[in-house]
């Protein structure tokens, strides 16, 4: 089993930025993939980023060139940088890991973000 915990949430204004850290803790040899989904109230969980074990980066088309995902040498902490932060950015974010970036089956409990306007 892989436990995952999140921090780096809170209220920021428009334009502003905050940075997310995971750490993930047990079993992580089994953890190939890392990534970040977010859930506004009545929308449905969207793949925001993902880093692979290698390196190689996924980004949502809303956030590319503002969010960076990076992942420490040990691969077991990864971080969300967020920048030009937009009141759309509002929601709940969610840490993942997993085989892959298509398959991220363990989750955190999620820290919450909210940009004012």
């Known amino acids: 089993q892989v436990q995952l915990v999140e921090s780096g949430g809170g209220l920021v204004q428009a334009g502003g930025s905050l940075r997310l850290s995971c750490v993930a803790s047990?079993?992580?040899?089994?953890?190939?993939?890392m990534g970040w989904y977010r859930q506004a109230p009545g929308r449905e969980r969207e793949l925001v980023a993902a880093i692979s074990s290698g390196g190689t980066t996924y980004y949502a088309d809303s956030v590319r060139g503002r969010f960076t995902i990076s992942r420490t040498n040990g691969k077991n902490t990864q971080y969300l940088q967020m920048n030009s932060l937009k009141p759309e950015d509002t929601a709940m974010y969610y840490c993942?890991?997993?085989?892959?970036?298509?398959?991220?089956?363990?989750w955190g409990q999620g820290t919450q973000v909210t940009v004012s306007s």
């Open positions: 047990g079993t992580i040899y089994s953890i190939n993939a």
């Open positions: 993942a890991a997993g085989l892959s970036m298509v398959a991220m089956n363990y």
